[in-house]
Nanobody
Framework: QVQLVESGGGLVQAGASLRLSCAASGRTFSTAVMAWFRQAPEKEREFVGRIRWNSKPAIRWIPNSVDYSESVKGRFTISRDNATNTVYLQMNALKPEDTAVYYC?????????????????????WGRGTQVTVSS
C-alpha cells in the first residue's frame, strides 16, 4: 500500500504562483510513476503532469523523466525529493481555468510508453486532493 497526502493549495489571484506537495509513504519502492491530476466542478479528472519514480531493469526509462499536459506546459514544473519521498508541483502564471481540486497519484505499472500515464485508470493510489482557486 502507498499513502499520498497533498498540501499547498489555496486562493490566489491570476498570475500568482503556488507549490503543491505530495508526501508519499508505505511501499513506495513498487511505484513506477507519480503524477498530478486535477478536477474542476462538473468536469472529468484531467492529467496535469507526471514524473518517473522507479523502473524495472528490462524497461529503460530516461532518469527522472517528466511530462505535462499542453495546457500547463511551460508554466508548471514537477520535481521530486528522494530523501523525503515527496513530489512537488510548482505552478506559475496561474489562470482562472486552473481552478480545480489537485490530486496526487501513484502507479505501480511499468509501461514502456509514457502515453499510458495520461489516463487516470493507470494509477493505483490517490490522495484526497487539495483545492486551488485562481481569481480573475
Amino acid at each position: 500500500q502507498v499513502q499520498l497526502v497533498e498540501s499547498g493549495g489555496g486562493l490566489v489571484q491570476a498570475g500568482a504562483s503556488l507549490r503543491l506537495s505530495c508526501a508519499a509513504s508505505g511501499r513506495t519502492f513498487s511505484t513506477a510513476v507519480m503524477a498530478w491530476f486535477r478536477q474542476a466542478p462538473e468536469k472529468e479528472r484531467e492529467f496535469v503532469g507526471r514524473i518517473r519514480w522507479n523502473s524495472k531493469p528490462a524497461i529503460r526509462w530516461i532518469p527522472n523523466s517528466v511530462d505535462y499536459s499542453e495546457s500547463v506546459k511551460g508554466r508548471f514544473t514537477i520535481s521530486r525529493d528522494n530523501a523525503t519521498n515527496t513530489v512537488y508541483l510548482q505552478m506559475n502564471a496561474l489562470k482562472p481555468e486552473d481552478t480545480a481540486v489537485y490530486y496526487c497519484a501513484a502507479s505501480d505499472r511499468h509501461y514502456p510508453s509514457g502515453g499510458y500515464y495520461y489516463n487516470s485508470r493507470t494509477y493505483d493510489y490517490w490522495g484526497r486532493g487539495t483545492q486551488v482557486t485562481v481569481s480573475s
